[in-house]
Nanobody
Framework: QVQLVESGGGLVQPGGSLRLSCTVS????????MAWYRQAPGKQRNLVAG???????KYADSVEGRFTISRTLTKNMIYLQMNDLRPEDTAVYYC???????????WGQGTQVTVSS
């Protein structure tokens, strides 16, 4: 069983940076997908960035070139470096993993990111 705990959210001014971290505990051997999603008030939860076992990454168009996802080789940590933050990046950010085989999905509890002057 995998557990996820996010940290690093907060209030930042437009143009600023934040680094989100996700601590992964439990069995990480079968994790194939590691990702960050976000959900703004009144909107659906959407993929921000993802990374798979071979290191390939995928980004939402709106964050391409500004955000970078990374992970440790042991898959115990997932990071999201967010630069040039904009008010529209304001949302609750969730850490997510999915295993190979049965495709078990796990979500973190979320961390609030607010971009405002």
């Amino acid at each position: 069983q995998v557990q996820l705990v996010e940290s690093g959210g907060g209030l930042v001014q437009p143009g600023g940076s934040l680094r989100l971290s996700c601590t992964v505990s439990g069995s990480t051997l079968d994790i194939h997908v590691m990702a960050w999603y976000r959900q703004a008030p009144g909107k659906q939860r959407n993929l921000v960035a993802g990374i798979i076992s071979n290191g390939s990454t995928k980004y939402a168009d709106s964050v391409e070139g500004r955000f970078t996802i990374s992970r440790t080789l042991t898959k115990n940590m997932i990071y999201l470096q967010m630069n040039d933050l904009r008010p529209e990046d304001t949302a609750v950010y969730y850490c997510y993993t999915k295993t190979m085989g049965w495709g078990r999905e796990t979500w973190g509890q979320g961390t609030q990111v607010t971009v405002s002057s």
